[in-house]
Every structure is written in structure tokens, then in C-alpha cells.
């Protein structure tokens, strides 16, 4: 059985305060619906606050990015190490608004995955397709493309601590979600890839997330599809009842 995750990616949103606020609020909303793992992925200034507000509760705390070195002359950077000791799970890598503004590339991205499980963190790796790369057919070899490139030299006994978020670009933040069927299918490219690269049992343990304007009205739908994994939501986990209701899908 594959492991559901529903994952919230806060982006640039929350302070320290809010985000012991919120958490408060959203840990009883969703107490004892276990089954999926439910993390928030903060800004790396939030997570003090929110590692202390999870303690006690079912909500896992992740990153939404980690520096490939261990240590050095990086300024700015936020190393595997400093997130794990930070109580930090989960870390969010190669989002598709690191890969536009940032200078992400398949490379860096798998650098930044190995060194995450290298220090044990669970890495929740992005991948996705623009509008245009759909249009002009490249979808499956796109994705198949960037999912071995993130996922070289991994070791397959790490793969347990890998979670793929299928994420088309033309579906972040902008409220157009892909069809259940579009997503499927991504996944499925996706799942297709890992078995390439890993083996069968590799790519039907793997828990593999749609993320694109999931929010309460579309997750169940989505999430009835078999190869969606749960999902990795930005707007909509920033709303205790919204991601609540996520959950709840995840959970029916
Ligand atoms: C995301 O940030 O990964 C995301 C999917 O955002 P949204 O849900 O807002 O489209």
C-alpha cells in the first residue's frame, strides 16, 4: 500500500506568530485522520514555530528548499543538517517557482535530493510541465526526463524517503486545477519512470502527488485516481478549513 501525503507548501506566506496560530488551530481539525501523512512545508523562518506547535499532534513540518553543501561560504543558504536539527521532516525540492525565478535545474535538484537523504529528510521533488511543453506533446518525456534526472545516484534502499509531486506548471496558482484524468496520467508518467529507472516494485511503492490548485472542492476527485498519492497544496493550505477538508478527502 502506498502511503497518501498531503502536503502543504506555505510558499512566502506566514510569519513566526501566524504560524504558531494557525497550527493551533489546525491540529484538532485534524486529529486522528490517519490516512495520510499530513505535513506543512514552511518558510525556513517559521520553522522554529511551527516544529514547537506540531509537537504533540499529527502534523509533520517540512522545508520548501535545502542547500546541496554541508556546510561553507554559501550565504543565505540553509543546509540539510541545520533543517534536521531544526526538526524539520520533509523538504520540498526543485518547485517549479525555484526552477522560473531561482536558477533550478534538473542538476541542482538532484544534487539538493541527495544531499536531503543523505541527512535522512524525506524529499518531496517537483515536477512538471509549462503550458507549452503540453501543447507541443512533450509532457511524458518531459516528466519522465526530469524525474530520473532528480532521482540519479539515488540509492534504492532510499527511495522509501522519496515522494515525486507531479506539478504542471500551467496549474500553480492559478486556480486551474488538471483534470482528474490529467493528473492521473501525469503521475502515471511519472510512477512510469521510476520503474525505468528503479524497478516495478520501486514505482508501486512510491507515493507520487498531484499538486496544482488542489483545494476542498476538487482533492476527492483527484485523489480517487490510482495514481495520486495525495497532493502537494499551496493556496489552499493556507486556510485551516480548506486544508481540513483536504485531509478529510484523503481520509474518506
Ligand atoms: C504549489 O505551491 O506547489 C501549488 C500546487 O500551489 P497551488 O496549490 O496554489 O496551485
Redesign the pocket.
Known amino acids: 500500500m502506498r502511503r497518501t501525503v498531503i502536503a502543504g507548501?506555505w510558499?512566502m506566506n506566514m510569519t513566526p506568530k501566524k504560524t504558531a496560530e494557525f497550527i493551533k488551530a489546525l491540529a484538532p481539525m485534524v486529529a486522528g485522520k490517519d490516512k495520510c501523512d499530513i505535513v506543512l512545508c514552511v518558510p525556513a523562518i517559521d520553522i522554529p514555530a511551527a516544529v514547537e506547535a506540531a509537537k504533540g499532534t499529527n502534523i509533520k513540518i517540512g522545508a520548501e528548499n535545502v542547500h546541496f553543501k554541508a556546510s561553507g561560504a554559501y550565504t543565505g543558504e540553509i543546509s540539510a543538517e541545520m533543517l534536521v536539527e531544526a526538526g524539520v521532516e520533509y523538504v520540498v525540492i526543485g518547485?517549479s517557482e525555484r526552477r522560473q525565478y531561482f536558477g533550478e535545474t534538473d542538476k541542482t535538484v538532484n544534487l539538493r535530493t541527495l544531499a536531503a537523504l543523505e541527512a535522512g529528510l524525506k524529499a518531496i521533488v517537483?515536477v512538471g510541465e509549462t503550458l507549452e511543453e503540453r501543447e507541443l506533446g512533450y509532457t511524458e518525456t518531459l516528466l519522465k526526463y526530469q524525474t530520473k534526472m532528480a532521482l540519479t545516484n539515488v540509492k534504492a534502499e532510499q527511495l522509501k524517503n522519496v515522494i515525486v509531486a507531479y506539478?504542471p506548471v500551467w496549474?500553480?496558482?492559478?486556480g486551474v486545477t488538471a483534470t482528474a484524468e490529467q493528473a492521473d496520467e501525469g503521475n502515471g508518467f511519472v510512477r512510469a519512470a521510476i520503474a525505468e529507472a528503479f524497478g516495478n516494485d520501486a514505482a508501486e511503492s512510491i507515493t507520487v502527488q498531484y499538486?496544482?490548485?488542489?483545494n476542498d472542492g476538487n482533492a476527492a476527485e483527484l485523489l480517487s485516481k490510482v495514481n495520486v498519492d495525495g497532493g502537494?497544496?499551496?493556496?489552499?493550505s493556507l486556510k485551516t478549513d480548506k486544508f481540513t477538508a483536504i485531509v478529510d478527502a484523503a481520509n474518506a
Open positions: 507548501n510558499k518547485h517537483c506539478e496549474a500553480i496558482g492559478t499538486g496544482g490548485s488542489m502537494l497544496i499551496g493556496g489552499a
